[in-house]
């Protein structure tokens, strides 16, 4: 399988800082409240205005850290720093978090965007920079939303698209460890009760427009949360015919038949997300399960079909790189 080398690291840390600071196309997440608010997406934004949206700009940073911590000494390493020395400052993170505060904006960016956030800000924080300091009021106030909504989130947010909650918590997750035990707990707690007793998944995807899969994030966000035997049981009862790969959905990719079209586009990003469950999956289960080879060839077909393409058309190559990254490392 192919793995994350110092030339695709390269490749993907040009093409995004590319478009980081690109303004326009941007999509906003804007509840107009009077005529005050017909302002441009940087007046917004000061950070995050760039990459056609703020949820994409937030991971497109992530990314790039990542890769110049991974890769210091790689071609675009200094352009990445002197970016981040003039954006991620605390007065651009007040005006983040002055739209944040905004009585309409309550629903922004829920959950992809917070969990994004807090990603960002973890990465950030294995940097010797002030940049992680600097955004750690941002990352809070996302923390503290998710506190006050996953305990009223009663039923869980199954599909594949922004709004799916496993993967938020998959992210989510990572960060609260060691910042945030309650977080981390709470997050614990809701997903089993969510997704403890879930059997016979039926996996009735792919949707048209989903960049991730329902069933696979629901499966990895089990897997970090379950000792090894605990998970392995809990994955075969969920998937009880996936050692002949079925469903044989999950094990095919998608078909995209229109790059140039963002939502057809977002089947490239299942794609490669799929291929990050699936490796993910595979290292929990353990080589010695069964599921543990044929994972590992689902990862490998679902990232051949669509590693190719995370650039050529704005659409995707916007925030495909992310995608990929997640699914090579």
């Given amino acids: 399988m192919t793995l994350l080398t110092p030339d695709i690291a390269s490749r993907f840390a040009g093409l995004t800082l590319s478009h980081l600071g690109r303004e326009y196309p941007f999509k906003m997440d804007l509840v107009l409240t009077g005529p005050q608010d017909a302002r441009p997406p940087r007046a917004h934004h000061p950070i995050f205005h760039g990459s056609f949206d703020w949820h994409s700009c937030v991971h497109g940073w992530w990314q790039v850290m990542r890769l110049m911590r991974l890769y210091p000494d790689m071609a675009q390493a200094p352009a990445i720093r002197a970016r981040a020395d003039a954006m991620l400052t605390p007065a651009n993170v007040a005006g983040e978090r002055a739209y944040l505060a905004r009585p309409m904006s309550a629903g922004f960016e829920r959950p992809y965007g917070w969990a994004w956030a807090l990603a960002l800000h ?33 039923y869980p947010l199954r599909v594949g698209t922004h709004f799916n909650i496993a993967f938020a918590l998959i992210l989510a997750r990572d960060w609260a460890q060691g910042r945030d035990d309650a977080l981390a707990a709470l997050i614990d707690d809701r997903a089993l009760d969510w997704f403890a007793q879930d059997r016979a998944c ?51 990719p998608a078909t995209v038949s229109d790059r140039s079209d963002g939502k057809i586009a977002h089947l490239d990003g299942l794609n490669l997300s799929r291929a990050w469950c699936w490796r993910g999956i595979a290292a929990a289960l353990g080589e010695h399960d069964p599921v543990h080879v044929l994972a590992q060839q689902a990862a490998r077909v679902h990232l051949d079909a669509s590693l190719p393409h995370v650039a050529g058309d704005y659409m995707g190559e916007h925030w495909l790189a992310t995608f990929a990254l997640l699914a090579l490392e």
Avoid: I, N, Y
């Avoid at 899969?213 to 998970?231: I, K, N, Q, T, Y």
């Fill in 122 to 154: 973890a990465e950030l924080a294995r940097h010797d920079a002030p940049w992680a300091a600097a955004l750690e009021p941002l990352a809070r106030d996302f923390a503290a939303r998710f506190h006050a909504f996953l305990p009223k989130l009663t």
């Fill in 202 to 252: 039926q996996a009735w995807e792919p949707g048209g427009d989903e960049f991730l899969s329902p069933a696979l994030c629901e499966a990895l966000l089990m897997s970090r949360l379950m000792h090894r035997p605990d998970f392995a049981a809990w994955f075969h009862a969920f998937l009880p015919d996936v050692t002949d790969r079925e469903p044989a959905t999950l094990f095919t």
